[in-house]
């Protein structure tokens, strides 16, 4: 287990998260999952899309993701081919099933979307796949 987790007597914690990953143009905090705290089933975690970002598209093979927005106004594709569009905001839930491709886009130029992200999974880095996307920058060859 991660040594920034404190445990006594059958609970967990982390204090004062900072930033201890960054992926597909999301910035996660140290959080609560199997790699810091040993959990056996889920994770959470908080999660910041910088201004303007865009967390490209892609796909959770085998768990659920249920976000709180707690910041600012972001957009999700998704779907086959994205065909769909959704915006949310700072109050707004949102459920996301296994399998559902999906593109998140900060909507402002200023400000964070910083959200709540709870997963059916107690890893960190469960299989995350990429999907096809019109924004997700070319690989040089």
Known sequence: MADHAERHEGLAWVRG???SRE????????GLSANSVGSK???LNVAVVPPGAVAYAHIHVG?????????????HEYGPGLRHTVDHQAGDFIFIE???PHEVLNLSPTDPVVAVV?????SEWDEIIEYPSVRRP????
């Open 63 to 75: 768990f659920e993701v249920m976000l709180y927005i707690l910041e600012g106004h972001v957009r």
């Open 98 to 100: 296994p399998g559902v």
């Open 138 to 141: 070319s690989d040089p060859d």
């Open 118 to 122: 709870a997963r059916s999974s107690a």
């Open 41 to 43: 089933q889920l994770s």
């Open 23 to 30: 992926w597909n143009g999301i910035r996660y905090k140290h």
């Open 17 to 19: 998260a900072a930033v």
